[in-house]
């Protein structure tokens, strides 16, 4: 009598398992995109993201193996660790409602007093600039998986200076009428004088490799205005551009005296 409760009780207990562990079927589940991108050459903190790329994508393999969802790899570490090569793969996500997504990385990141959102900025040092963490959660989140995890370990510090930001989204550039009208309306049509200097007395003028901070800035704000035609001004060209100063440092103000008719 107690042998055949033991007995029924190991069956009872093995059935059990058998449940929990039952692979779940794949027409059901969907599949399983991860995209891990890691700055492995960095020269700090190289040999560390190297263990966090291999660690989560063990767990990538784990995850899919006892799923059965089929496994989309994207890894993009050492060189291939570049805003264009990320953008393309976003892009180039085909997701379905059913689908899983995972986005990961490894490596430095920092922010700026003027980021509203708690998601830091990634640093890519292969090119010097950064990348925001919440504009990569709204592409892949636009694209409507039925479970989107996404996860950065990096630090998430203020710096008063710190490098341009690479614009991930798909850009809207402006119609050849639009750009037309806004440049004739911005040089062909004011008459006057425009006096501008990239910083105010007292300060330096700061610059990465990818140019000077307020050249970057103004001609980012120029390329904005240019979508608004005959209703661009100087006005919120300078608006604009000392926004965008505050992307690239906190340290610099730049001044312009203005006498336009």
């Given at each position: 009598m107690k042998q055949s409760l033991v007995f029924r009780s190991l069956v009872k207990y093995l059935f059990f398992l058998c449940l929990v562990f039952a692979p779940v079927t794949h027409a059901f589940a969907g599949d399983f995109y991860a995209i891990l991108v890691g700055d492995t050459l960095d020269d700090k903190i190289g040999e560390s993201v190297i263990t966090d790329?291999?660690?989560?994508?063990?767990?990538?393999?784990?995850?899919?193996?006892?799923?059965?969802?089929?496994?989309?790899?994207?890894?993009?570490?050492?060189?291939?660790?570049?805003?264009?090569?990320?953008?393309?793969?976003?892009?180039?996500?085909?997701?379905?409602?059913?689908?899983?997504?995972?986005?990961?990385?490894?490596?430095?990141?920092?922010?700026?007093?003027?980021?509203?959102?708690?998601?830091?900025?990634?640093?890519?040092?292969?090119?010097?600039?950064?990348?925001?963490?919440?504009?990569?959660?709204?592409?892949?989140?636009?694209?409507?998986?039925?479970?989107?995890?996404?996860?950065?370990?990096?630090?998430?510090?203020?710096?008063?200076?710190?490098?341009?930001?690479?614009?991930?989204?798909?850009?809207?550039?402006?119609?050849?009428?639009?750009?037309?009208?806004?440049?004739?309306?911005?040089?062909?049509q004011s008459s006057g004088t425009l006096f501008i200097s990239s910083a105010t007395p007292g300060e330096y003028s700061y610059c990465n490799v990818t140019g000077g901070f307020y050249t970057l800035s103004f001609t980012k704000a120029l390329k904005s205005e240019l979508n608004y035609g005959d209703q661009a001004t100087w006005e919120n060209l300078l608006n604009a551009a000392m926004t965008n100063m505050s992307d690239y440092t906190s340290k610099q103000h730049f001044v312009f005296k203005a006498n336009l008719n």
């Open positions: 790329i291999d660690n989560v994508q063990k767990l990538v393999n784990s995850v899919t193996k006892h799923t059965e969802m089929r496994q989309h790899l994207i890894v993009l570490t050492g060189k291939n660790a570049i805003s264009s090569q990320l953008k393309q793969q976003l892009e180039a996500l085909n997701i379905q409602p059913d689908d899983t997504v995972f986005f990961y990385y490894s490596g430095h990141g920092y922010r700026t007093y003027n980021k509203s959102d708690n998601f830091p900025y990634l640093y890519l040092g292969q090119e010097g600039r950064g990348v925001d963490v919440q504009q990569i959660n709204d592409i892949i989140s636009a694209k409507n998986p039925r479970f989107f995890l996404s996860m950065v370990d990096c630090c998430n510090n203020y710096m008063t200076w710190a490098p341009a930001v690479n614009n991930l989204q798909k850009q809207a550039f402006p119609t050849t009428a639009a750009m037309t009208e806004a440049y004739s309306k911005l040089f062909a």
